[in-house]
């Protein structure tokens, strides 16, 4: 989506010449050309933007087709972002030392390619495998692309370059689900990952014939591969007891050993930062109450944003029972204002710091969560764009101040560190979303399925055996068994549309709650010292 915007490159680069030039030949017409390069770069973030929102709307498909139930289907999203979370900042390093259009295009290539497998997979374990595997590749090509940017456009035309960039990223945001919508109504949902074949041929063909090799001449040294495992192997952990509390309850010794070994694993995450000589993350970094702060709230952010669109795509088609076009359709409020909060949450910053917007931004943020969390079963859309619109600004104000916020605040040294934690800080926001705001439907949606059935007219002694189809009832759906009656079936399906109310409303309260919490952390935001280049624009 948004979350290479804040990386950043260290200003000392040093420019490779093209290769035909070094070798005293011409260079090929239009090789390192600026508009080129940004139609190159703009095509490969083009296929991650899609896929930011692509995937909520092919879920209950693909549900219905492998079977999967709600912990598999976040391990669909989460398994991508914990990829491209533990991979972001190594891959920027990456980029800068082994050079910047070479990690592009392999991230390019590797994101298609994955793409495709995804398609061709045909069980939930193989799906969630490649999607690993699309989040590696998506994490080459992310901060890459900005770095590509920075050392092709001359400084007067960056942040023109930038604004584009994130103007493409918008817009395959905003039509992504739309676009999910007509492939996997009039094809199939593995049409929708088929989708980013094409894109990445064209991508890999610009990218060959135009951009320009650079990198870092002085980015030596080993990288901190401890530390990556300790971090992908917490984050892994703290996921999986999330997920795990949500199917068997927070009391089963699954959960509890799953936290246990994740505060290990961080701790020693810690303990090797603080000791080796080139650590993946300076903790000093958070020694600013700033950069801490807008962290949180980068982290929040994404949390209310990515488990809004998981559960109300599973709540329009399922619960609403519309077609994935007409629900896209109806999502288009949420994702397309984005567009324009973006800029006007730069011209906030630039005038008064990234505080208000921050501020602004959660407080937009606990009011549509407040606002969803009251919907029924047969909400009107009237009742629900309203908030759809006001999360999607909010989004935008906390993505730009937010970004402002940690890389203004960091060492100029560390910038590029800085945009990586920016970026980590938002994939970690997103899969906290989905499994915190998952844990708390599923589990109670559990507490209120029999007491539902029965008020619905289910008699009890069938109402306390479809009380253990929770988990696909946390998805919407009613497990109404072939051959039941209309009246019976009509009833099961009133009392499981409404206990998954029941978990939706309460998941949102609890997100809301958080929310406000949020609007107080801003307060501890000031502007930093080293504003970023184009972060208003993208």
């Known amino acids: 989506m948004t979350q290479s915007k804040g990386a950043t490159l260290d200003p000392g680069a040093v420019h490779v010449p093209p290769r035909d030039k070094a070798r005293g030949r011409p260079a090929r017409p239009g090789h390192g050309h600026p508009w080129l390069t940004l139609v190159a770069v703009a095509l490969g973030v083009m296929m991650v933007g899609l896929d930011a929102t692509v995937v909520s709307i092919a879920n209950p498909a693909i549900a219905r087709d492998l079977g999967a139930n709600l912990s598999g289907l976040q391990w669909v999203t989460n398994a991508y972002l914990l990829a491209l979370a533990v991979t972001l900042i190594p891959a920027g390093k990456i980029a800068d030392r082994f050079g910047r259009r070479r990690t592009f295009l392999a991230g390019v290539v590797g994101f298609a390619a994955a793409s495709v497998m995804i398609g061709l997979s045909g069980g939930l374990g193989m799906v969630i495998f490649w999607r690993v595997v699309?989040?590696?590749a998506g994490a080459l090509l992310q901060p890459a692309s900005l770095a590509i940017l920075r050392n092709t456009f001359p400084a007067e035309r960056l942040n023109t370059a930038i604004g584009i960039w994130g103007s493409t990223v918008g817009i395959s945001i905003a039509g992504g689900p739309i676009v999910a919508g007509l492939l996997v109504e009039n094809v199939n949902w593995e049409s929708v990952f088929f989708l980013n074949a094409p894109l990445g041929l064209v991508a890999?063909?610009?990218?060959?014939?135009?951009?320009?090799?650079?990198?870092?001449?002085?980015?030596t040294g080993s990288f901190?591969?401890?530390?990556?495992?300790?971090l992908t192997g917490a984050l892994f952990a703290l996921v999986w007891g999330l997920i795990k509390a949500g199917e068997n309850g927070f009391g089963d010794a699954v959960p509890l050993v799953s936290f246990a070994v994740s505060v290990v694993l961080f701790a020693g995450f810690v303990r090797n930062e603080l000791r080796v000589e080139r650590?993946?993350?300076?903790?000093?970094?958070?020694?600013?109450?700033s950069l801490s702060a807008a962290t949180g709230l980068i982290v929040l952010g994404f949390f209310g944003m990515f488990g809004t669109i998981f559960f109300i795509t599973l709540y329009l088609q399922q619960v609403h029972g519309m077609s994935p076009v007409d629900a896209g359709v109806r999502m288009l409020p949420m994702t397309a204002v984005f567009i324009v909060s973006s800029p006007l949450a730069g011209a906030l910053t630039s005038r008064f710091g990234p505080r208000v917007p921050l501020a602004l931004g959660m407080g937009f943020t606990a009011a549509a969560l407040f606002g969803?969390?009251?919907?029924?079963?047969?909400?009107?859309?009237?009742?629900?764009?309203?908030?759809?619109?006001?999360?999607?600004?909010?989004?935008?104000?906390?993505?730009?101040?937010?970004?402002?916020?940690?890389?203004?605040?960091?060492?100029?040294?560390?910038?590029?560190?800085?945009g990586g934690l920016q970026q980590t800080a938002a994939q970690l926001g997103g899969v906290l979303g989905t499994s915190v705001l998952g844990v708390l439907l599923s589990t109670r949606v559990g507490d209120v399925l029999f007491g539902r059935l029965t008020d619905a007219g289910v008699p009890g002694a069938a109402?306390?055996?479809?009380?253990g189809q929770g988990g696909i009832v946390s998805q919407g759906v009613a497990p109404v068994p072939p051959g039941t009656p209309a009246p019976a079936a009509e009833a099961i399906t009133t009392g499981s549309h409404l206990a998954f109310m029941d978990g939706f409303?309460?998941?949102?309260?609890?997100?809301?709650?958080?929310?406000?919490?949020?609007?107080?952390?801003?307060?501890?935001v000031r502007r930093g010292d080293s504003p970023v280049d184009g972060a208003a624009a993208a």
């Open 279 to 289: 650590p993946l993350l300076p903790l000093g970094l958070f020694r600013s109450v």
């Open 372 to 418: 969803l969390s009251r919907i029924g079963v047969e909400a009107p859309y009237v009742q629900l764009w309203p908030w759809f619109v006001l999360l999607g600004m909010a989004f935008g104000f906390v993505i730009v101040a937010g970004t402002e916020a940690i890389v203004g605040n960091a060492p100029a040294h560390l910038a590029g560190v800085a």
């Open 134 to 136: 699309q989040g590696f």
């Open 505 to 524: 409303q309460t998941s949102l309260t609890v997100a809301g709650a958080v929310a406000v919490v949020a609007v107080l952390a801003a307060m501890l």
């Open 204 to 219: 890999l063909a610009v990218g060959l014939w135009v951009i320009r090799e650079s990198r870092d001449e002085e980015a």
């Open 224 to 230: 901190d591969l401890p530390g990556v495992a300790l």
């Open 463 to 467: 109402a306390e055996r479809l009380a």
